[in-house]
C-alpha cells in the first residue's frame, strides 16, 4: 500500500476503506514506537554524561522541559489540541527521566488528593509520588533529601491563599522551582453500601465544603458537614458507613472505589487551585518566568509604598501580594509578593536591589517557569 495521506481524497471515506486506515494507523505506531525508544537511549546518554562529570547531577531541570512543552504546542497543527499534545510529551519526558534518575516527589496526602494529581500533571506517572500527612512534612522530606521535589497548594480561586504554606516558607531553606495550575471539579461520591435516600452526613475538607456550599444548600440543606484533613480521607470514611457521603475529585473516587451521585458539583465553574514544586535547586531562565519573594518591611508610614513603588517604576507586573501576621513583633507583617520576571533579568535585579535598601528583610523564594499546562 501507498504511504499517503488518505485526507487528500475528496472521495468520502467508507468502510470499504477501513482496512488501509488501519495498516497506515499500524505503520505509524511503529514509527512512533522507534522514535520514543530513540529519544529514550537518547536521555540514557545523557544522564552518562552527567553522571560522569558530576555524581551528584540535577537530571529534572524545570526551564528545560517548560522550554519543550512551549515548543510542542506552538508547533502542534491538530487535530490534538495543544494542551493535550503538550500531556501526551510530558508523559514521554517523565518515562525518559525516570530511565535516568527516577523522580520522588512528596504531596500532601493521603492518596487520591487534588495535590497528588497535580504532583502526576506536572512530573507525569512515572514519577515516584510520596503521601505527608501535612504541609510542614512535605517541606522536612525534601529538605531532608528523602524526596527530590515537594507539591503543595498555595492559592484557591474562590477560597483565596493557603496560610500553612506560606507561613512554612517563612522558616524553610527551600527554592520554589515551578507551578501548576489544576481546573478543580468536585463529585458527590457514596459507596456501595451507602443507601443513597438517607445521606445524612457529607464529608470533606473545609475548603471544598466552601466551594460547594450553594450546591449543598439547594441539595442537602439538612445533612450535616463534616470537614476532615483531605477529600482523600473523606472518600476513605465513607467506605465503612451506610449513611454518608463524600465531596471529592477523580482521583480519589477511582483510587477508593466510589460512585459519582452528582458531578461538578462546585459553585464556580472556573474554580482552580495553584500548587507550587520546591527543591532544593535554583532554576534558570525559561523565557516565560515568575518570581516569589518574601519581605519585611519597617513598622513606619508609606512601608507598603516604599515596597510596591519601584515595581511600577520598572513596569514588573505583579500577580499577587498577600500579608501575614511577622512571627518576629506584634502587629509587623510580612509581604508575599509574586511577579513576572526571572530573578536574573536586570529590570527585576535592579528592584530587588532597590527593596533590599528599604526593607528589614528580603528573601527570595525562587523564580521558575509559569506553568505551562
Given amino acids: 500500500m501507498a504511504d499517503h495521506d488518505m485526507s487528500d481524497n475528496n472521495a468520502p471515506i467508507t468502510s470499504a476503506d477501513l482496512p488501509a486506515l488501519r495498516e497506515r494507523i499500524d505503520t505509524l505506531d511503529s514509527k512512533i514506537l522507534e522514535l520514543i525508544s530513540e529519544r529514550a537511549h537518547c536521555a540514557q546518554q545523557v544522564a552518562q554524561v552527567k553522571t560522569d562529570s558530576d555524581p551528584q547531577a540535577t537530571f529534572y531541570r524545570p526551564e528545560r522541559e517548560a522550554q519543550v512543552l512551549r515548543r510542542i504546542m506552538a508547533l502542534n497543527k491538530g487535530p490534538l489540541d495543544d494542551e493535550e499534545m503538550a500531556r501526551l510529551f510530558r508523559e514521554i519526558m517523565s518515562a525518559c527521566l525516570a530511565l535516568e534518575r527516577p523522580v520522588k516527589v512528596a504531596y500532601l496526602g493521603p492518596e487520591g488528593t487534588f495535590t497528588q494529581q497535580a504532583a502526576l500533571k506536572h512530573f507525569g506517572d512515572s514519577a515516584v509520588s510520596l503521601p505527608m500527612a501535612a504541609i510542614d512534612e512535605v517541606f522536612r522530606e525534601v529538605e531532608a ?194 511577579f513576572k520576571g526571572h530573578r536574573d533579568d536586570p529590570q527585576v535585579a535592579a528592584v530587588l536591589e532597590e527593596i533590599t535598601l528599604r526593607a528589614a528583610e528580603l528573601k527570595v523564594l525562587g523564580s521558575y517557569p509559569v506553568g505551562v499546562l
Fill in 145 to 338: 533529601g528523602a524526596a527530590h521535589f515537594g507539591v503543595v497548594p498555595v492559592e484557591n480561586s474562590t477560597e483565596g491563599i493557603v496560610n500553612s504554606t506560606l507561613d512554612t516558607f517563612m522558616d524553610a531553606s527551600l527554592r520554589i522551582c515551578g507551578e501548576v495550575v489544576l481546573r478543580i471539579h468536585h463529585h458527590l461520591l457514596v459507596s456501595s453500601n451507602t443507601r443513597r435516600d438517607k445521606v445524612s452526613r457529607i464529608y470533606s475538607h473545609p475548603q471544598s465544603l466552601a466551594q460547594c456550599r450553594k450546591w449543598l444548600d439547594a441539595h442537602y440543606p439538612h445533612a450535616e458537614r463534616v470537614p476532615v484533613s483531605s477529600n482523600a480521607e473523606a472518600a476513605r470514611l465513607i467506605k465503612s458507613e451506610w449513611h454518608s457521603a463524600a465531596i471529592a475529585g477523580d482521583m480519589a473516587a477511582k483510587r477508593y472505589e466510589l460512585e459519582k451521585v452528582a458531578e461538578k458539583i462546585e459553585d464556580r465553574p472556573d474554580n482552580s487551585t495553584r500548587f507550587l514544586i520546591i527543591g532544593h535547586q535554583d532554576t534558570p531562565v525559561s523565557e516565560d518566568d515568575k518570581t516569589s519573594i518574601v519581605v519585611a518591611m519597617r513598622n513606619q508610614p508609606g512601608a507598603l509604598h516604599d515596597l510596591l513603588e519601584p515595581f511600577h517604576r520598572h513596569k514588573i507586573d505583579l500577580t499577587r501580594v498577600e500579608t501575614r501576621p511577622s512571627r518576629t513583633g506584634i502587629w509587623n507583617y510580612v509581604f508575599f509578593i509574586d
